[in-house]
């Protein structure tokens, strides 16, 4: 019962942010198009977008990114 309760509510939850979560992958697939078309004809800086991405996701601040979602969801 207990569990069913928490999948319900967590069900609930993520309704409200798949529409950011839909939004956020649909601009991360097209950031990731542009990249992939400069491949061939400026290398480096993809190489240099590359390096960018991984510092990035280094240095994700997952409690900075729930606030954000929340504070976008009431909006």
């Known amino acids: 019962m207990f ?5 319900s509510m967590l069900v ?3 309704s ?14 097209d950031e990731l198009t542009v990249i992939k078309e400069k491949i061939r004809t ?4 993809v190489e240099a977008w590359f390096d ?3 510092e ?3 240095n ?3 409690l900075g990114l ?6 976008e969801n009431i909006s």
Request: aromatic share 4%; charged share 30%.
């Open 60 to 62: 994700v601040d997952m």
């Open 3 to 7: 569990d069913n309760f928490m999948e």
């Open 12 to 14: 609930s939850v993520a």
């Open 52 to 54: 960018k991405e991984i």
């Open 16 to 29: 409200q942010y798949i529409p950011k979560l839909q939004n956020i992958a649909s601009v991360r697939a």
């Open 66 to 71: 729930i606030n954000k979602l929340k504070t």
């Open 42 to 45: 400026s290398p480096e800086e």
């Open 56 to 58: 990035r996701v280094h």
